[in-house]
């Protein structure tokens, strides 16, 4: 379950701060400050690292578990560390999507 966090939480939270950041921009600027939409993109990065921690534990699990192999082990026993690396991978791809969208809102005015 902690590696499907990362493949489809982390993009889907990436998706989610740029929707939240987008929509949340009007009232933004009424209340005279950015810190809304620098919460939501904290908020963001910090989901995105927590599901990405997760899954690279999955993968360390999985790698000590394929260096100490057992007689009745699967057939295909590389597969859960593939898998929980390519999670791990997009979760960190989350993490930099998040931070490259919040880069104009540190430089530009929302208003």
């Known amino acids: 379950m902690r590696v499907w966090l990362a493949l489809l939480g982390a993009p889907s939270i990436v998706l ?4 939240l950041n987008y929509a949340l921009v009007t009232p933004a600027c009424r209340l ?6 620098h919460g939501v993109s904290g908020a963001s990065a ?3 690292v927590a599901v990405t921690l997760l899954a690279w534990q999955r993968w360390r699990a999985a790698r000590r578990a394929l260096a100490l192999p ?5 057939d ?3 597969r ?3 898998v929980a690396v390519v999670a791990a991978g997009v979760g960190a791809l989350s993490v930099l999507s998040v931070i490259a969208i919040s880069i104009p809102q540190w430089l530009l005015s929302a208003c």
């Open 16 to 19: 989610g701060c740029l929707s």
């Open 76 to 78: 295909r026993p590389a």
């Open 32 to 37: 005279g400050g950015q810190a809304l939409l």
């Open 70 to 74: 057992t007689p009745d082990s699967a």
């Open 80 to 82: 859960p560390a593939f």
């Open 46 to 48: 910090l989901a995105c």
